[in-house]
């Protein structure tokens, strides 16, 4: 069965550069959400998308900006990177509510 | 918003059985989903519950009661490969928004001989 997709798997960049992460959610899912992952912490929410429409924001820096495109693929734009960006970044979807998230396999940023 | 509490730590033999309890306040709840993660690998989902009671899968049984605002994963016939991070989400729906999950800070168990 088709999962959810992100790319790249690892990054890394300087700081000050940028860097965009895609997602690609299972197939007629309509909702993405993007977390974000530091070392040993909890995933933190940071934007979600339903229909292609921004449905909810955490704590999301103004520096990040996400987007969910027509075929549902979601793209996180993170500019002006610091070291404390270093982290998993994972994209998750679902298909309507009462159903479970699917996580992908995240995408390693490494801010050196 | 919602608070998440989950014990940081367990520890547990092989064979044996183990309870990891969580607890939320959310003004919008609307399903607790129970999902284990290895380091370094994506969450995967274990168990979903939205009514009270009991949701057995396997070796993994997941409880809820919304009154109390709790949930405890239980899981059975202890293996080593069980040794990882067992989050605990809540969906919320108090923002008005379509469904969010917020994680709890997860709870690491460790599986010994």
């Known amino acids: 069965a088709a999962g959810v997709i992100q790319s790249p798997r690892h990054l890394i960049k300087e700081k000050r550069e940028t860097a965009t992460l895609k997602c690609y959610p299972i197939p007629r899912h309509d909702t993405v959400y993007w977390y974000q992952q530091g070392p040993g912490q909890d995933p933190q929410f940071l934007i979600s998308?339903?229909?292609?429409?921004?449905?909810d924001k955490g704590s999301i820096p103004d520096r990040f900006s996400a987007q969910q495109f027509s075929d549902y693929h979601s793209e996180l734009n993170m500019s002006s990177l610091e070291l404390g960006d270093s982290a998993l970044y994972f994209c998750?979807?679902?298909?309507?509510?009462?159903?479970?998230?699917?996580f992908g396999q995240g995408t390693r940023l490494t801010v050196v | 918003g919602q608070n998440i509490d989950q014990p940081t730590e367990m520890t547990a033999t092989e064979g044996a059985i183990v309870q990891i309890n969580c607890t939320y306040q959310t003004s919008g709840f609307n399903g607790l989903f129970w999902y284990q993660q290895h380091a370094g690998e994506a969450p995967t989902f274990l168990s979903y519950?939205?009514?009270?009671g009991l949701e057995e899968k396997g070796r993994f049984s997941s409880f809820l009661s919304r009154s109390k605002g709790y949930s405890y994963l239980l899981l059975k016939e202890l293996q080593m490969k069980d040794s990882a991070s067992y989050l605990c989400a809540v969906r919320d729906l108090s923002t008005g928004t379509a469904s969010k999950l917020t994680f709890g800070t997860g709870t690491r168990l460790q599986v010994t001989l």
């Open positions: 519950n939205v009514l009270d």
């Open positions: 998308f339903y229909e292609k429409m921004q449905s």
């Open positions: 998750a979807s679902t298909q309507g509510e009462g159903t479970e998230a699917f």
